[in-house]
């Protein structure tokens, strides 16, 4: 599992760099994306999605700040 934090990005460098990191692993690994509120929580999960990507979930971390789960 590899945990990329983009907190500090905004779109649409979000996905972009999103899509890098999943780019670099094998199949059925699992990226955990650190994201604040907003567009790149809206639109992460559903460019991944849209890119076949599964997203496993997302959750509440604290502050302004979640956790998307997607596997390659």
């Known amino acids: 599992m590899k945990t990329l934090d983009i907190t500090k990005e905004h779109c649409p460098m979000t996905f972009v760099k999103t899509k890098i990191e999943l780019s670099k692993l094998q199949k059925g ?3 955990e994306v650190l994201v604040t509120e907003g ?4 639109n992460i999960p559903k460019s991944s999605a849209e890119q076949g990507f599964e997203v496993l979930g997302t959750e509440y971390v604290s502050g302004n700040i979640h956790k998307i789960v997607i596997r390659k």
Not at 39 to 42: G, Q, R, S, T, Y
């Open 29 to 31: 690994d699992i990226l």
């Open 39 to 42: 567009e790149p929580l809206d």
